[in-house]
């Protein structure tokens, strides 16, 4: 079913057809209060005939609806009134029978003295009469039948009005409600039209046109919204990809031409073994590069997609083990390592992969600082997150890069000739981003560069 109809049966018709019922029942229940109004009332009016049936004049029978100074206004609504004998003779009526009217049917009084009884009569001509009887002895003793009758074609008449009211205001209600509920169902089209465009662009992997975004508030301006951050999210990493597949490409290609080269050479006339050897040995250094290239590689998809298992450990543990790992090399440039940190550091992290990624951060202070200088790792802890600062003596990072850095296969100006192919720092920041924190550029007062690592105390949802 389409949006539209569904919202025509849910918002329109149903709620319509709803109204209608409540109305109907509404209708009946107001027909019953007034009936029971109107018996009160007749009640009423019998108990006051009842008792002053014989104040008259020598206690003469009479009716006082009859007497009354305001028999003319009370008459199209007052009562009719018969007083019937013991014998069942009609000995008085109001209002009075007219010329040639038929006469009244005897109706014998109940020798017994009970209760009013309140009936519902037909008469010929199709209207309905509400009767009540009451048995009254005058005092002398002898028993008169005092029947009182009420017509109800008032009360049928105020229920057909109210019928007549509810039913043309349902009708309004549901032709508003069908109104707004097609301008309503028009617009939500439209609104989940672009979505549904979008979606379709992104089914058929077109991340170039321009994302729609609803303007609205509601739960389809959030979807719209998300979808069109998503999409901006997947077209960044395609790019990433992109750039990092064609950096990767061209830092593949620059040992496979070398290896070429050195085996044409050596190919292209007789060598001696001296010579084909030496050929061999630097065949042998690029493959050493591209076996580095092509792990790194590796690490890096491992950091970004890899299953990890997170477990509660001490950070400090972990540094520990880093720096350790890493004065060995230090040692042999003449360099010191140094570890400040709080006796114990608890924490949600994948060992393995942070264990790369403070190795990687150690490894470029090693390979930027100069022999004889200092490698400072400081952990501290504030507001639930864990901080390690690695700080070295070289050269620093330009400010212009310090976002850069982080880039796959970028590499800051001096460091052609140092070893690496410049995705150290990329898998720093994708370790740090699954953990639910962040790597960046501290900038550092004097010589040297701060890169600094964070990541939260509790765990995070992958990022």
Do not use: C
Request: charged share 25%; glycine share 10%; net charge neutral.
């Amino acid at each position: 079913m389409r949006l539209t109809r569904r919202l025509w049966l849910h918002g329109a018709l149903v709620p319509a057809l709803a109204t209608l019922g409540a109305l109907v029942v509404a209708g009946q229940l107001f027909r019953v209060d007034l009936e029971r109004a109107l018996d009160h009332a007749l009640l009423a009016q019998a108990a006051v005939e009842s008792v002053s049936l014989f104040d008259g004049p020598g206690q003469k029978v009479h009716l006082h609806m009859a007497v009354s100074p305001l028999v003319e206004q009370v008459r199209p609504f007052a009562p009719q009134g018969y007083l019937y004998q013991a014998d069942g003779r009609l000995v008085m009526r109001y209002p009075p029978v007219p010329e040639g009217a038929p006469e009244e049917p005897p109706r014998v009084p109940d020798s017994r003295d009970g209760e009013p009884v309140l009936v519902t009569e037909v008469s010929a001509d199709g209207n309905r009469w509400r009767e009540v009887m009451v048995n009254v002895r005058s005092p002398q003793g002898e028993r008169y039948g005092l029947r009182l009758l009420a017509s109800l074609g008032q009360v049928d008449r105020s229920v057909e009005s109210y019928f007549r009211l509810a039913f043309s205001m349902a009708a309004a209600m549901g032709v508003v409600l069908l109104g707004v509920q097609t301008t309503m169902a028009r617009r939500m089209a439209r609104r989940l039209e672009a979505i549904t465009l979008n979606l379709g662009r992104l089914r058929e992997g077109d991340l170039v046109s321009p994302t729609q975004v609803d303007p609205g508030k509601d739960e389809i301006g959030q979807l719209s919204s998300a979808l069109a951050e998503a999409t901006a999210r997947v077209r960044g990493a395609r790019e990433a990809q992109e750039r990092l597949v064609a950096d990767a490409a061209h830092e593949l290609r620059t040992p496979l031409a070398l290896m070429r080269t050195s085996m044409d050479l050596a190919l292209r006339r007789e060598r001696s073994p001296e010579e084909l050897r030496a050929s061999l040995r630097e065949a042998r250094a690029e493959v050493d590069r591209l076996a580095v290239l092509a792990g790194t590689l590796l690490d890096m998809a491992s950091a970004g997609r890899g299953s990890w298992d997170r477990k509660k450990g001490d950070l400090r543990e972990v540094l520990a083990q880093a720096v350790e790992g890493a004065r060995a090399e230090a040692e042999r440039r003449g360099m010191l390592v140094h570890l400040e940190a709080p006796a114990r550091a608890e924490a949600w992290f994948d060992a393995g992969s942070l264990r790369q990624a403070v190795d990687n951060l150690l490894s470029n202070a090693l390979k930027f600082s100069p022999a004889g200088g200092e490698i400072h790792v400081r952990l501290t802890v504030e507001g639930g997150r864990n901080r390690v600062v690695v700080a070295d003596t070289g050269p620093g990072i330009p400010a212009t890069e310090r976002e850069a850095v982080f880039e796959p296969f970028h590499r800051v100006a001096g460091a052609e000739g140092r070893p690496g192919a410049g995705l150290g720092l990329a898998i720093v920041r994708e370790v740090a981003l699954r953990h639910g924190g962040r790597a960046y550029v501290d900038p550092a007062e004097g010589r040297g560069a701060r890169v600094v690592l964070e990541l939260p105390s509790v765990p995070r949802a992958e990022g």
